[in-house]
T-cell receptor, first 110, second 115 residues
């Protein structure tokens, strides 16, 4: 079993849809959870950062962490074509070493 | 504010050649990292450093070397290039995780092809 699993997609949705992206993990020591967005030929950029369990909202983006199920989610409301990118989840137990999921490729169609 | 800068952006090497990928950051971050990203495989950690003079191996260190003589710079060295090292290489930096500190900031990568 991989330490972090993520559906690679591709996921295609119409503009304005709510998008749900998910990762599962196996290491119960993880306590830092991140979502990165990566455009083609660019480096990952941080979208959301959550410590431990719970929800966090920032504009159209909501991150959820369920440590009991070892499951994290990123929701994008009112999706836009500019949201088309690859979304990477990342996790860490010590805040020093990070494990990344393989990424989900999202296309938002106008 | 430049953030994390990587050079070169693209490079083609022949098998057996050597080269250094440069990475510099202007955020005074203690931690710096080198990753490689292969299609469908996510980011794999090659080496990391928690401060000047301190480096440690990550998940896939074979065939690479690093040094950290200053806080700003963290070059990655390929000594004998092999086709398996064809990849996109990302450098990242961060401060220690905690309240108010953000996770890693990434450069835009170096695309390396070994032929």
């Amino acid at each position: 079993q991989k330490e972090v699993e993520q559906d690679p997609g591709p996921l295609s949705v119409p503009e304005g849809a709510i998008v749900s992206l998910n990762c599962t993990y196996s290491n119960s020591a993880f306590q830092y959870f991140m979502w990165y967005r990566q455009y083609s030929r660019k480096g990952p950029e941080l979208l959301m950062y959550t410590y431990s369990s719970g929800n966090k909202e920032d504009g159209r983006f909501t991150a959820q962490v369920d440590k009991s199920s070892k499951y994290i989610s990123l929701f994008i409301r009112d999706s836009q074509p500019s949201d088309s990118a690859t979304y990477l989840c990342a996790m860490s137990g010590d805040g020093q070493n990070f494990v990344f999921g393989p990424g989900t490729r999202l296309s938002v169609l106008p | 504010n430049a953030g994390v800068t990587q050079t070169p952006k693209f490079r083609i090497l022949k098998i057996g050649q050597s080269m250094t990928l440069q990475c510099t950051q202007d955020m005074n971050h203690n931690y710096m990292y080198w990753y490689r990203q292969d299609p469908g495989m996510g980011l794999k950690l090659i080496y990391y450093s928690v401060g000047a003079g301190i480096t440690d191996k990550g998940e896939v260190p074979n065939g690479y070397n690093v040094s950290r003589s200053t806080t700003e710079d963290f070059p990655l060295r390929l000594e004998l290039a092999a086709p398996s090292q064809t990849s996109v290489y990302f450098c990242a930096s961060s401060s220690p995780m905690g309240e108010g500190n953000q996770p890693q900031h990434f450069g835009d990568g170096t695309r390396l092809s070994i032929l």
